[in-house]
T-cell receptor, first 114, second 114 residues
Framework: DGGITQSPKYLFRKEGQNVTLSCEQN?????MYWYRQDPGQGLRLIYY???????QKGDIAEGYSVSREKKESFPLTVTSAQKNPTAFYLC?????????????FGNGTRLTVT | DQQVKQNSPSLSVQEGRISILNCDYT??????FLWYKKYPAEGPTFLIS?????DKNEDGRFTVFLNKSAKHLSLHIVPSQPGDSAVYFC?????????????FGQGTTLQVKP
């Protein structure tokens, strides 16, 4: 079955530590995205990548970094510079060549930083 | 600045009746709109979309209406079923190449009572 795999489902870290969230897709999608969801708020775009070895900042990129070395993988690093890292993180992908292609989401990683 | 707003945090409906979820937007440059459904601890799943060249799109029990002059869209679910109980997000985008760069509303929690 094709899909998006995010791991781990739950992640706990101490303040001041960097942490990397994994996202892998086998849908052969061109573009990948990272969103963040906070309680009572909509999803907000952190970073996106439309092609390997290229990525752009979204609306809330500060304190985060990404890489896109392979089409299938788009890991997100939450650095110690991110002021409020505790959140639910969602990875998504889409085709770019077919016009209005909706996003497909993974099941998310809940990160708790104490 | 909340460009996409879902002003009703929750909605409760009896099974078999119609559910109407509303969404307002402020940016007149948005030309593609989507609805996503989300269960707890899972990623959102795409439900239905509409382009700004249309005012209605239907898919089974789900219909989305777009009123461009009012900058308002709504999702109708008829008949509502208990399995429809979830959080519903509306989202908006500018241009087909940007459909991954979505602006999401805060979500409306729908409860369908048996």
């Amino acid at each position: 079955d094709g899909g998006i795999t995010q791991s781990p489902k739950y992640l706990f870290r101490k303040e001041g530590q960097n942490v990397t969230l994994s996202c892998e897709q086998n849908l052969n999608h061109d573009a990948m995205y990272w969103y963040r969801q906070d309680p009572g708020q909509g999803l907000r775009l952190i970073y996106y990548s439309q092609i390997v070895n290229d990525f752009q900042k979204g609306d809330i990129a500060e304190g985060y970094s990404v890489s896109r070395e392979k089409k299938e993988s788009f890991p997100l690093t939450v650095t110690s510079a991110q002021k409020n890292p505790t959140a639910f993180y969602l990875c998504a992908s889409s085709m770019l060549s077919t016009g209005n292609s909706p996003l497909h989401f993974g099941n998310g990683t809940r990160l708790t930083v104490t | 600045d909340q460009q996409v707003k879902q002003n009703s945090p929750s909605l409760s409906v009896q099974e078999g009746r119609i559910s109407i979820l509303n969404c307002d937007y402020t940016n007149s440059m948005f030309d593609y709109f989507l609805w996503y459904k989300k269960y707890p601890a899972e990623g959102p799943t795409f439900l239905i979309s509409i382009s700004s060249i249309k005012d209605k799109n239907e898919d089974g029990r789900f219909t989305v209406f777009l009123n461009k002059s009012a900058k308002h869209l709504s999702l109708h679910i008829v008949p509502s079923q208990p399995g429809d109980s979830a959080v519903y997000f509306c989202a908006a985008a500018r241009g087909s190449s940007n459909t991954g760069k979505l602006i999401f509303g805060q979500g409306t929690t729908l409860q369908v009572k048996p």
